[in-house]
């Protein structure tokens, strides 16, 4: 794998050197649960070379990450009945980035689940979430892989 950061949970996950619940794969591309899945099948679309954010982005990584993203968005929807997705890419810390390697947030969405437009809880509100152990999150990967149709 090309342009590795060794020290870059993401690009670990990508080399199969850390654990994630793998939902789609293409040549440029993962998609896996992420670990604090709210709402629930709360997916992380990452390319496998490594790159900052937005900014650095190459395209062949861009259009791979936006193909993978398209198609797992599709499939969340159909294995869980979502009623719209929530996408988010957020660009350096002042944007609310947390881990430094380009990622986009799926976020399934339904009218009662607690979220705000913008994917995060509303005060008050019960949130739908999904599975917190790796049995759980690969159990939910398998029944949105299920649904996977790569066109």
């Known amino acids: 794998m090309d342009n590795v950061n060794y020290n870059c949970i993401f690009c670990a996950i990508a080399a199969r050197r850390a654990p994630a619940s793998i939902v789609y794969e293409n040549d440029g591309a993962l998609a896996f649960l992420d670990l604090n899945t709210v709402p629930e099948a709360h997916t992380l679309v990452v390319p496998k070379k490594h790159s900052r ?3 650095d982005f ?3 990584s861009a259009l791979a990450v936006l193909r993978a993203s398209r198609i797992v968005a599709r499939a969340i929807r159909a294995a869980l009945n979502a009623e719209g997705m929530t996408m988010l890419l ?21 009218g009662d689940d607690g979220l705000s437009r913008g994917g995060r809880p509303i005060e008050g509100r019960t949130v739908r979430k999904g599975g917190t152990s790796r049995a759980e999150l690969d159990a939910l990967a398998e029944k949105i892989r299920a649904h996977i149709q790569d066109a």
């Open 53 to 55: 954010n937005l900014f």
């Open 58 to 60: 190459d395209d062949a």
């Open 90 to 110: 957020a660009s350096e810390h002042v944007a609310g980035q947390e881990v430094f390697h380009s990622h986009f947030h799926l976020m399934p969405r339904w």
